[in-house]
């Protein structure tokens, strides 16, 4: 059974399209997380959601709008795709409180490829 | 947000010899420190952590240390292997709903 799951893994779209990455999670976590990373491999947080309620937006444009439907899912959309989207996002949960041992788990990661 | 800087970005090292990754961050709030390792293509996965009332912790080959006043932490692996070739990030929290990420430490294990 996989934790934290998103699709689709794979995905190649032109410029202007609008997308969208789901995630869910099984492990009753009640914090989710989108990151973002690039091609340097830098990963940085882009939301982070507790109960459904939006923590953290780390000054990412408004064409990314995350929306979490229940707290076992938090789902991305991205409107107006621009080459500079390109990435490898990833997914992830964790308990509320973290520490020795309560951390983040990813999902798998969705490989975005604007064109 | 936590500013989390990492050095180096690069380390090759002899099969069998030591390596040894360290991070700075800029939030005296935070108060949990959890290092990663990405393989190629593959989801980041913990490895160790770490939280500020603990100075040091060891696990098999692998050790973090962390010094609060001065804002460091650093990541020890001793008699490396080449499956321990891979990105490392460090990371640092204030201890819920927040994860910020260290630039990534490629490192090379040469057999």
């Known amino acids: 059974d996989t934790a934290v799951s998103q699709t689709p893994k794979y995905l190649v779209t032109q410029m202007g399209n609008d997308k969208s990455i789901k995630c869910e999670q099984n492990l009753g976590h009640d914090t989710m997380y989108w990151y973002k990373q690039d091609s340097k491999k830098f990963l940085k947080i882009m939301f982070s959601?507790?109960?459904?309620?939006?923590?953290i937006n780390e000054t990412v444009p408004n064409r990314f709008s995350p929306k979490s439907p229940d707290k076992a899912h938090l789902n991305l959309h991205i409107n107006s795709l621009e080459l500079g989207d390109s990435a490898v996002y990833f997914c992830?949960?964790?308990?509320?409180?973290?520490?020795?041992?309560?951390?983040?788990?990813f999902g798998e990661g969705s490989w975005l490829t604007v064109v | 947000g936590e500013n989390v800087e990492q050095h180096p970005s690069t380390l090759s090292v002899q099969e069998g010899d030591s390596a040894v990754i360290k991070c700075t961050y800029s939030d005296s709030a935070s108060n949990y420190f959890p290092w990663y390792k990405q393989e190629l293509g593959k989801r980041p996965q913990l490895i160790i952590d770490?939280?500020?009332?603990?100075g040091e912790k060891k696990d098999q080959r692998i050790a973090v240390t962390l010094n609060k006043t001065a804002k460091h932490f650093s990541l020890h692996i001793t008699e490396t292997q080449p499956e321990d070739s891979a990105v490392y990030f460090c990371a640092a929290s204030w201890g819920a709903n927040n994860l910020f990420f260290g630039t990534g430490t490629r490192l090379t294990v040469i057999p």
């Open positions: 992830a949960s964790s308990p509320t409180q973290l520490g020795a041992g309560n951390t983040i788990y």
């Open positions: 770490i939280r500020s009332n603990v």
């Open positions: 959601y507790n109960n459904k309620e939006l923590i």
